[in-house]
């Protein structure tokens, strides 16, 4: 099982200023790497596929970046509604896993 | 508009069984894979059951071999999920997600999620 582990674990930023999150895989995915945002009672939203495509509808300022084992969103000018928890998976090898998460909360 | 509903969820005995279901509209459900994704209390997400557009091959968690189930009918355009030998450790809410593309597992829409409760 390939094992994603991000970091850091929680991400103190203030209104405007960039973010930027990290996620590692125990071997290489390619690509084949997703991240998600999600807002407590919700289910996640998808952000980026394919390590750095972003989804419908996504803003400009979340993009990602990396292949292999390295990864990295950065949002690049934080607004309210970013504040969330943000989440890795690849899509590489079965079974299919995520990060633990990154929490994302108002400094 | 894509739409996925769940249903099935609610607290059962550990040992017992349930069903969950996920009925699809606004895409030809039928050309992509599809999945169960979990999240327990105050947990991260945890990628639980997948299977391929026109139900050609099954994939499972190893947590959840054996026990669990994923099926569909593309002529209702519904998931299903059939749980068995339930752990209180499988308790968690429980969502059923689209894949972006027909060959891909990573996923553009999600449903609201059904809570499993497995308790005593």
């Known amino acids: 099982e390939i094992v994603m582990t991000q970091s850091p674990g929680t991400l103190s930023v203030s209104l405007g200023e960039r973010a930027t999150l990290s996620c590692r895989a125990s071997q290489s995915v390619s690509s084949n790497l997703a991240w998600y945002q999600q807002k407590p009672g919700q289910a996640p939203r998808l952000l980026i596929y394919?390590?750095?495509t972003r989804a419908t509808g996504i803003p400009a300022r979340f993009s990602g970046s990396g292949s292999g084992t390295e990864f990295t969103l950065t949002i690049s000018s934080l607004q309210s509604e970013d504040f969330a928890v943000y989440c890795c998976q690849q899509y590489n090898n079965w079974p299919r896993t995520f990060g633990q998460g990154t929490k994302v909360e108002i400094k | 508009e894509v739409q996925l509903v769940e249903s099935g969820g609610g607290l059962v005995q550990p040992g017992g069984s349930l069903r969950l279901s996920c009925a699809a509209s606004g895409f030809t459900f039928s050309s992509y894979a599809m999945s169960w994704v979990r999240q327990a209390p105050g947990k991260g997400l945890e990628w639980v059951s997948a299977?391929?557009?026109?139900?050609?091959?099954?994939y499972n968690a190893d947590s959840v071999k054996g026990r669990f189930t994923v099926s569909r009918d593309d002529s209702k355009n519904t998931l299903y999920l059939q749980m068995s030998s339930l752990r209180v450790e499988d308790t968690a809410v429980y969502y059923c997600?689209?894949?972006?593309?027909?060959?891909?597992?990573?996923?553009?829409?999600w449903g609201q999620g059904t809570l499993v409760t497995v308790s005593s």
């Open positions: 997600a689209k894949s972006v593309t027909v060959s891909t597992t990573n996923f553009d829409h």
């Open positions: 299977i391929r557009g026109g139900g050609s091959s099954t």
């Open positions: 394919g390590a750095s």
